[in-house]
Nanobody
Framework: QVQLVESGGGLVQPGGSLRLSCAAS????????MGWFRQASGKEREFAAA????????YYSDSVKGRFTISRDIAKNTVYLQMNSLKPEDTAVYYC?????????????????WGQGTQVTVSS
């Protein structure tokens, strides 16, 4: 089993920045990729970014590319999502996910574990 705990969400003005963290614990050795998804109120969950655990390869959705950066700290078993130039449409609950397979997957069913989510609100 793997446990994921997100943190770092909050209220930020348009144009501002936030850094989300996802701390993993448990059977970390089994994890080969991690991702960030988000779900706005009344909308379906959507992919934001993914990273392979060992090689650090990354992939982004078009909606966040150039503004968000996913990274990982292997020693701390933590994945980050640096979010810059935030827009009101980035408002959502952000979820961290972990996968056994080493793929930059963009769909939720490719991931095996999920965190509880952290709220990000972009508003003036």
């Amino acid at each position: 089993q793997v446990q994921l705990v997100e943190s770092g969400g909050g209220l930020v003005q348009p144009g501002g920045s936030l850094r989300l963290s996802c701390a993993a614990s448990g059977s970390i050795f089994s994890i080969n990729a991690m991702g960030w998804f988000r779900q706005a109120s009344g909308k379906e969950r959507e992919f934001a970014a993914a990273i392979t655990w060992s090689g650090g390869m990354t992939y982004y959705s078009d909606s966040v590319k150039g503004r968000f950066t996913i990274s990982r700290d292997i020693a701390k078993n933590t994945v980050y999502l640096q979010m810059n130039s935030l827009k009101p449409e980035d408002t959502a609950v952000y979820y961290c996910a972990a996968a056994y397979r080493e793929r930059l997957a963009t769909v939720g069913y490719e991931y095996d574990y999920w965190g509880q989510g952290t709220q990000v609100t972009v508003s003036s």
